[in-house]
């Protein structure tokens, strides 16, 4: 994974190589310098008499019983400290290390949550996870939780993705205290025909270059050929025309993301106090986001640099000035902007983007896939709003039965808890109950595959959310969150990224029906894995698709 990265040039030079595989304590005892200090007879008795003193130590049972006492005590101390004070509904007797918690979570979340709420229907309940308890709220305390700002989104995200870790610093900008990368994306990313046409004209290059002109069916190679889709696209409106189809850049991207993530995840497993040791000295994850950052940051240094140059050059010619419509620009032009990194900031747009929109373009990809006589009316569609409105935001908005799919696709697909939480301080909830400062909450989703909110759940049914919408549903179009849907979040956190998102993909899978037939291997049926309270997309699809003769 690592093999693209050529270090920044002379960084060898300054980094000087030990020269010794030695320790260097060794080094030093041995060194001319020190040992002439040492009689030599001298210094091996007294090796042997430290030698001894060590063997000792290590055999004598009364250093053991103190070791196993204080292991205990720990042990004692951090269980009872994590027992939230709500029912666990994933708690085992004699599960000292909660191997079976964890197991029952890993593989079993969705069932026990139904199952709790059928003892628990309006209270809360605590699901053990391997790095927390969180505390499940029901369903009707969502817009409760959406407005108390008490309920805290970012700082949820900053403990439990590590922000502040070395090689995390992606996170640290995502989830900083100020709002300027969220006013830009909510500003400039959203609602912007400017960027239309660019997320158009690289959809269609990077569907040539990574999904071919052949005419015969083939398989893709399913999670790097759609992912890389996603990442040409969101990369030509977050770092502009230099980089965004340079190979190095979108593999740096992609990588960062997969490592942050697998890391997040490993260290998850591991108890708090030796995380940072692990995260430091022993996650090959943690340790390839080091790298990736330093070359992000080498990178866009560079970029910045040069657009700077560019502009001093116009300046002197008298020309007009080079203008550029990307999220680099505009961080660079935002109050406070240039004092960050701008390689942090790009590989902060690239976590919070990459993952969500692919694994939900994937999904539709599955879908509609799987129903094919919702393919010509979705490609009809494409094409009477495209000559209508032109590649534009009215083009998106007027795309209304793939809006339907793409929430359709994301309501089979989504996690079974939403509006992720932290309480800065007690809150106490309408039902009475206290959430203690610090308590970690997720509140019930479960109603998304529920037959009492809809018909035949499980099933895909590409139209059902634009006849909602037809009648008169307000919650019913892609962006929108509503009481019983809030996969986008909620409140002041809700996700800022979502028009993005919506008209991103919209585009992309217009392109992919307009230019390719699509279809999974005969007899192939797909469902999303659910990890723990999660879900991701099927990754062993066998996707095929033919470069279409009708152009
Ligand atoms: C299908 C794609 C996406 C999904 C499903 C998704 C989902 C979410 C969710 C569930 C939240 C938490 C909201 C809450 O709990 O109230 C969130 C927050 C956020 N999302 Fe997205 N997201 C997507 C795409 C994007 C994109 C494309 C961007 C950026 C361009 C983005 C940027 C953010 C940011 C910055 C936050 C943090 C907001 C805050 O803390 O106030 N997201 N997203």
Redesign the pocket.
């Known amino acids: 994974m690592m093999s693209h990265f050529a270090l920044p040039s002379g960084q060898h030079s300054v980094i000087p190589k030990y020269k010794s595989e030695r320790p260097m304590w060794e080094e030093f005892n041995n060194h001319p310098i020190n040992s002439q200090f040492v009689h030599s007879d001298a210094r091996s008795s007294e090796k042997n008499k430290r030698n001894r003193m060590i063997a000792d130590i290590f055999l004598n049972i009364r250093i053991w019983t103190l070791f196993a006492l204080f292991g205990g005590v720990y042990i004692y101390i951090q269980n009872h400290r994590r027992r939230p004070p709500f029912p666990v509904i994933n708690t085992h007797a004699n599960d000292l290390f909660h191997r079976k918690a964890n197991q029952d979570y890993a593989t079993n979340a969705s069932a026990l949550i139904n199952t709790a709420f059928t003892t628990h229907p309006t209270t809360p309940f605590a699901l053990a996870l391997p790095n927390a308890h969180k505390i499940i709220l029901p369903a009707c305390l969502s817009n409760f939780v959406?407005s108390n700002r008490d309920l805290d989104?970012?700082e949820l995200?900053r403990q439990d993705f590590y922000a502040g870790y070395p090689g995390f610093e992606a996170q640290d900008v995502?989830?900083a205290r100020g709002d300027m990368?969220?006013d830009i994306?909510k500003t400039k990313?959203g609602q912007n025909d400017g960027i239309m046409s660019v997320l158009d004209v690289n959809l269609k290059t990077a569907l040539r270059i990574h999904w071919g002109e052949e005419r015969e069916w083939r398989t893709l190679d399913w999670h790097a050929d759609t992912t890389v889709i996603i990442a040409c696209a969101?990369s030509s409106v977050f770092v502009g025309p230099e980089k965004c189809d340079d190979e190095e850049w979108l593999k740096l991207v992609q990588g960062y993301v997969m490592a942050y993530f697998s890391a997040v995840g490993e260290l998850h497993a591991y108890p708090a106090w030796s995380r940072r040791i692990v995260q430091r000295f022993f996650s090959p994850n943690a340790s390839a986001c080091r790298k990736y950052v330093a070359r992000a940051r080498v990178i866009m240094r560079d970029v910045v640099a040069d657009r700077k140059r560019r502009v001093e050059e116009a300046k002197a010619d008298g020309r007009d000035l080079p203008v550029w419509n990307d999220a680099l620009a505009w961080t660079q032009a935002a109050p406070g902007g240039k004092e960050v990194e701008a390689g942090d900031l790009q590989l902060s747009?690239a976590m919070?983007?990459m993952f969500?929109?692919s694994?939900?373009f994937r999904q539709a990809l599955i879908d509609v896939a799987s129903h094919p006589d919702i393919i010509a009316p979705l490609r009809e569609e494409y094409q009477q709003q495209s000559a209508k409105h032109g590649i534009s935001v009215a083009a998106a908005n007027g795309m209304v039965l793939m809006d339907s799919v793409l929430k359709e696709s994301?309501r089979r697909s989504a996690a079974v808890v939403?509006?992720?939480?932290v309480a800065l301080k007690d809150v106490i909830l309408p039902t009475g109950h206290t959430l203690p400062r610090g308590t970690h909450i997720m509140v019930d989703s479960t109603s998304l595959l529920s037959p009492a909110h809809y018909s035949d759940p499980e099933s895909f049914v590409a139209d059902r959310f634009l006849r909602k919408r037809e009648a008169g549903d307000n919650f019913s179009q892609f962006v929108q969150s509503g009481p019983d849907y809030?996969?986008?979040?909620?409140?002041?956190?809700?996700?800022?990224?979502?028009f993005?998102?919506g008209n991103?993909?919209k585009i992309a899978m217009a392109h992919v029906l307009d230019k390719y037939n699509i279809r999974l291997k005969k007899g192939y049926v797909s469902t999303p894995l659910e990890i723990g309270v999660y879900k991701v997309v099927d990754s062993k699809v066998a996707f095929e698709i033919r470069r279409r003769t009708e152009d």
């Open positions: 959406k989104h970012r995200v995502l989830h990368l969220l994306i990313l969101a747009l919070a983007a969500t929109t694994e939900l994301q939403a509006l992720e939480r809030s996969v986008f979040g909620g409140g002041r956190h809700i996700c800022p990224g979502r993005f998102a991103e993909l």
